[in-house]
């Protein structure tokens, strides 16, 4: 793929620059036309769309149909609808001011949602249209500018993004830039408004630390290790099917991915039977999870699972140069493992267990920094909730996975070490807006 020479970068952002200035306000009905645009274009491609998610992460037609296009085509139907709603100021009672102004007291006061301007969108490898679209369309929505970064891990994807956004937007309004690391750091030395990331916690310090020097206001969307935990009162049937949708799709590349079981000693035989028999039925070939990113990826799964000090219970074969490992789990795993390290983001299940439910808090807490997501399993909902009040992470969920990420009602983001600020809906129009309050005196 080509990369966009460094002057051009600066081009981009210049002819941002210059718009911005020239015509600060884009009205609502330019942002909605926009929309409305990329809506259209994005069907247009959507053909193209899959082809390149299936050359880069080997990603059936289905999902990319249902977690990459179908998301975003929603989001910008749900922004469509709601838009108007969100961006009328919201009129607040006037409040006397304890100087004296003459008499000059407030007659109308209200907070106006206001556009940053020029926002930089970074993308990752995992859902790599999704995760740069969706941020777009409440950056465009709210009446910002954009560039927009996809991952270069994905240049199928990335190209087809590019084709996309060149042919919705002019580049006075959004512009894909290409690149690695090299092109990242000339766009963070640039003087953007606000910056919204997602990836790794590692590349969010240097996104943050970058965007200090023009304190810019940031947006990270990071990930962690999301345990899944299962109660001895749970339905294993349900937590065992739910752990194997959860961990193994798109090979286990998903921020919000269950990333390793905690389950009650007294019942980890009997789900971990119910995990494999799943497994087996679903993944029973190297390659049946679709494929890791690289094969350096494929490489250092390989080197924890050698490491482990667990059993390897099912799978654990691999196929470096094509990408592919077997969906594996690993069991009679402790938290000094070193599949207990780091996130894992690949297709490894480590199973750990626990012996009295309330100390199950301080192991999670204890261990890693907050995940971007906890899962439940209990039939007892009130110690479900009990549970999500004493573990921090991003969002929960109980009984069930994956399932926030999907609701435009709710809102989307990590806590601490899996990031800071939320997306998703009237969440994702909020973020990328000032709130201004104006007052006008009698
Ligand atoms: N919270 C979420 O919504 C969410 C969603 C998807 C992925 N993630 C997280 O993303 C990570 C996986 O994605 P990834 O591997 O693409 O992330 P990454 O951090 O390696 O890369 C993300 C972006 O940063 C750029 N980049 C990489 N290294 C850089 C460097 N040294 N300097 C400057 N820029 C650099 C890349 O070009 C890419 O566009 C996981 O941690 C996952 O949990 C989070």
Redesign the pocket.
Known sequence: MDYTPLNKIQDAFDIQTKALREQKLIDIKTRKSALNTLHATIEKYANEICSALSEDLGKSELLVKMTEIGVVLEEINHYIKNMDEWAKPQVVPNFPSPLDYKGRAPVQSFIQHEAFGIVYI???????FN?VLSPLVGAIAAGNRAII?????VPHTAKIIEKIVSEAFAPQHVAVVQ???E???AL?KLPFNMIF????????K??MKAASEHLAPVV?????KSPFIVFSDADLERAADQVVQGRFTNSG????APDYVLVDSSVKDAFLKKVIEKVQHDYPDVGSTGKV?TTTQVKRLLSLIERTKGTVVYGGGANPEARTLQATVVDGVDWSDSLMEQ?L?GPVLPILTFKNAEDVPTLVNSHHPNP?AAYYFTNDIENGKRMADLIAS?DAVINGVMLQ?VSPYLA???IGA??MGEYHGRSGYDVFTHKKSIVVAG
């Open positions: 970074i993308g990752p490898f995992n859902y790599p995760l970064k996809p991952s270069e891990a690149g690695g690391r092109e990242n750091e963070l990331f997602t990836g790794s916690p590692a590349v969010g240097i996104v990270l969307e990071l990930g962690g590349q998903t921020c919000i990113v996130e983001f971007l991003g990420v989307f983001g990590g899996s990031g």
